[in-house]
């Protein structure tokens, strides 16, 4: 869990570096940020599922069926599709701003 926790990290601060140090468009830095993106989207899948299957067990041990799960994972995932959305529009209508070379 920790290696699923650090990659993103590592991920993200590896392509802040290669985008201010260098071009920002380069193949490398473009498949970086391809990398830590699917590594963040990777392990909210894992949480929501390890959630669900703690639910499950808890489940079969107790008899009960607590709903908090089902509206956890609702309430969680159309904030984060929300903001994802609202980022990528942000980002389609912010007019890029480009440092001049020293």
Excluded: C
Excluded at 73 to 84: H, N, R, T
């Amino acid at each position: 869990m920790v290696i699923a926790v650090s990659m993103p990290l590592a991920g993200g601060l590896f392509a802040r570096y290669k985008s201010e140090s260098s071009r920002w468009d380069t193949p490398g830095a473009l498949q970086i940020k391809g990398i830590h993106r699917t590594f963040g989207y990777l392990l909210i899948g894992v949480s929501q599922a390890s959630i669900y299957y703690g639910w499950h067990a808890y489940n079969k041990v107790t008899g009960e069926t607590p709903g908090f799960v089902t509206y956890s994972s609702v309430v969680f995932l159309s904030v984060l599709a929300l903001l994802e959305t609202h980022h990528r529009l942000f980002r389609l209508r912010s007019k890029p701003t480009f440092k001049k070379p020293t």
